[in-house]
């Protein structure tokens, strides 16, 4: 009952058990949000150390490409924390993005409406998220395959509409959504820019903050990651919400194709391979435990950013082959889902 | 005499029942439309001291694959899954061409290169099992990290090129024959006997089945789980180095973003194929060996018939997903279950 390991400090034996409650309380809160700290703290000590070493980091012209460049990873990455949350995985993101921006592309220079090309690219992710869903919902699929399956699956259908890159036409209205906006004018490129893809991320971050921390689906998903049965004998929407994270998930990766593409200005049936990665790794350097439960959006956000700063100072750097890049993208994240484990393990014995 | 014909029909049913005897139907239809396509398709010609015709080529492209399905059934035995197979074979491939291309081409430079390929992809397979044994991530995290790493490592052994080797000896392993038959082949249909004897003459298979069925119970049954799922990593990394070894000396040179691209999707609908759930639990060998041939089959039919190859992938995927379906009927039938139990309990409370 009384917590062994950490002996409450000189208070009356009376109050002694709800104190050291309190303090474990505390604890454990503190412990949950230790990895996303962890994060930031590691995102600002990536920004000193390249502002020492390389120079020209800590400046308007490198900070917007980092959002412009990875506003995709993010988006991802909030669809992910979802999923994570609920101590499920989707394996599909990357598949998805590749055959809806083929799709979307080739839709386009067919002559199809620009804004109705977006909406198939957008729906395309949210249809195979909905396959995901309700193979894990109502057919008892375990999460890794069932995604699995669906990756397999989107990979196949951009292989079956093109193998080679798929060029946007130069006069296409999708282009326009990576126009750069100067929001602060530097000197010569030194410019605070952004692109209505940066935007579209900045909306859904801050509308996956509101739904998960501000309503009943949102608890819910909290709630399942806890423990799927608790949330089902608490008489709360497990398979709708179940079946909606999915369906979040792939409309996000849709979402995200829109971005990457216009950015890009072309597509391929290999686009994607390994984002998959990238976003679950984002996710967990934010803090977002794997088992699910526990995590925040805004932790997806940095370590999303964390990520893309990586990229930056490997390509600074010039030393490190960009194939490294996902060995250490995969070290890290194997470095942090063990730190998960071992915190987990800690909190386990502080709570007896 | 009654007895013996239902006795009968009991065979026949467990036989229909078998999801392997599909396998094999499968296969019979795929080498049927060839035949109708071209009525020699079946024909084996014998040439200059060895058999040739469209069976032998499928029985030579079947070996990779057979490697790969056989060490996927013994990891989703163990509940697991393995997404390196294919990232594991270009590296065993990346490691040989790179080695043979700077020695002279002797048969005891073959024998060193082999030896050092498939030590390092038993330690990639190791390392996938130390994560998943003893610091206890998720499979799947643990070999999508590999499955992606994989690829980098072999990017780095080749420096990114996609290197060519000259050796006789090496080609041999995947272009000789013995007795008229692809060494390859049989090379296959060796190892596979040996796995198959090995588990299944032994406790080991049971062991890997109570692994999968529930972990702790195997614990507190005396399994020993951590080795045992050691070992099944490990050998997955090893027979994944064979097909690497197989598919990469059939043309002395390995495509470092080719070799093996996918071919996770083949084993793991091999082993589906094969009747094995994916749910870990229960595995066949036997299944798997005819998923594995008719993949190889209907890569060649597809190939035959001159259908856009394109399409195979999201064909393959589709077939897992309705594997999945079927083999979640259980699940459904559970549910069916629960929820009279549910009502019965309900009903009980009213009562009371």
């Known amino acids: 009952m009384t917590v062994t390991t950490r002996p409450p400090t000189g208070s009356a034996p009376g109050t002694a058990p709800s104190l050291a409650e309190r303090l474990g309380a505390r604890l454990s809160a503190r412990l949950s949000a230790l990895p996303t700290v962890a994060a930031l703290l590691i995102f600002v000590g990536m920004i000193i150390y390249g502002e020492a070493a390389y120079g020209r980091i800590v400046q308007f012209n490198t900070l917007s490409n980092l959002l412009v460049n990875n506003s995709h990873l993010i988006i991802l990455a909030v669809g992910l924390t979802f999923v994570i949350l609920t101590g499920g995985i989707d394996l599909s993101v990357g598949a998805v993005i590749a055959f809806s921006s083929v799709a979307g592309v080739m839709l386009s220079n067919a002559g199809w409406h620009p804004v109705a090309a977006v909406l198939v690219m957008v729906l395309i992710g949210s249809v195979l998220g909905l396959i995901s869903g309700v193979l894990i919902q109502y057919f008892g699929v375990q999460p890794f395959i069932a995604t699995l399956a669906t990756m397999f699956l989107a990979r196949g259908l951009a292989s079956m509409l093109s193998t080679v890159p798929e060029r946007l036409a130069d006069d296409s209205a999708i282009r326009e959504l990576a126009t750069q906006l100067k929001i602060i004018d530097g000197d010569k490129v030194n410019d605070l820019v952004i692109t209505p893809g940066v935007i579209a991320a900045i909306v859904i971050v801050v509308l996956g903050f509101l739904v998960l921390h501000r309503t009943r689906f949102g608890r819910t998903v909290y709630a399942i990651g806890g423990s799927e049965q608790s949330a089902t004998l608490m008489g709360l929407p497990v398979p709708a919400t179940k079946l909606g994270i999915y369906v979040i998930s792939g409309t996000l990766a849709g979402i995200a194709a829109v971005v990457y593409t216009s950015r890009l200005g072309s597509a391929q049936n290999i686009t994607g391979i390994g984002w998959e990665l990238d976003a679950i790794a984002a996710v967990v350097i934010g803090g977002t435990l794997l088992t699910g439960g526990t995590g925040f959006v805004l932790g997806s956000v940095v370590g999303a950013l964390v990520l893309g700063l990586m990229n930056v100072l490997i390509t600074r750097d010039g030393g490190i082959r960009p194939e490294m890049t996902t060995i250490i993208t995969g070290g890290i994240l194997l470095v942090f889902v063990i730190l998960q484990r071992v915190l987990a393990a800690r909190r386990r014995a502080t709570q007896g | ?352």
């Open chain 2, 1 to 352: 005499m009654t007895d013996v014909a239902s006795r009968l029909a009991a065979r026949r049913g467990a036989i229909v029942r078998n999801q392997a005897f599909w396998g094999v139907i499968a296969i019979v239809l795929l080498l049927a439309v060839n035949v109708v396509a071209d009525p020699g398709y079946l024909s084996i010609g014998y040439n200059s001291g060895h058999l040739s015709g469209n069976l032998i080529d499928i029985l030579r492209a079947s070996a990779p694959i057979l490697m790969i399905a056989v060490g996927m059934c013994l990891v989703v035995a163990t509940g697991g899954i393995d997404l390196s197979v294919g990232s594991i074979m270009v590296v065993a491939g990346a490691v040989s061409m790179e080695l043979l291309s700077g020695m002279d081409g002797t048969t005891g430079d073959a024998a060193l290169t082999l030896a050092i390929a498939l030590g390092i992809a038993t330690v990639l397979g190791a390392v996938n099992g130390v994560l998943v044994s003893v610091v206890g991530l998720q499979p799947f995290i643990s070999t999508l990290v590999m499955m992606l790493a994989g690829r980098g490592i072999a990017k780095v052994i080749t420096g990114g090129q996609n290197t060519t080797a000259d050796n006789d000896s090496f080609a041999w392993l995947a272009n000789g024959y013995v007795l008229g038959v692809p060494v390859v082949f049989l090379l296959a249909i060796v190892i596979v006997v040996l796995v198959a004897l090995l588990v299944r003459r032994s406790a080991l298979g049971l062991m890997l089945e109570a692994i999968g069925m529930d972990s702790r119970a195997s614990r507190l049954a005396g399994v020993k789980r951590r080795s045992l799922q050691l070992t099944v990593y490990s050998v997955s990394g090893l027979l994944a180095g064979i097909a690497g070894v197989f598919a990469t000396a059939s043309v002395m040179t390995v495509d470092v973003s080719r070799t093996g691209y996918q071919l996770e999707l083949d084993a793991i609908l091999a082993v589906v194929i094969g009747g094995t759930s994916l749910a870990g639990g229960k595995f066949s060998i036997g299944g798997a060996v005819i998923g594995g041939l008719l993949i190889a089959t209907l890569d060649k039919t597809v190939v035959f018939l001159g259908v856009p190859a394109a399409a195979t992938p999201a064909f393959k995927a589709i077939v897992i997903v309705v594997l999945c379906l079927l083999q979640s009927e259980r699940v459904r039938s559970l549910f069916r279950h629960r929820r009279a139990l549910r009502a019965q309990s309900q009903k009980e409370a009213v009562a009371a």
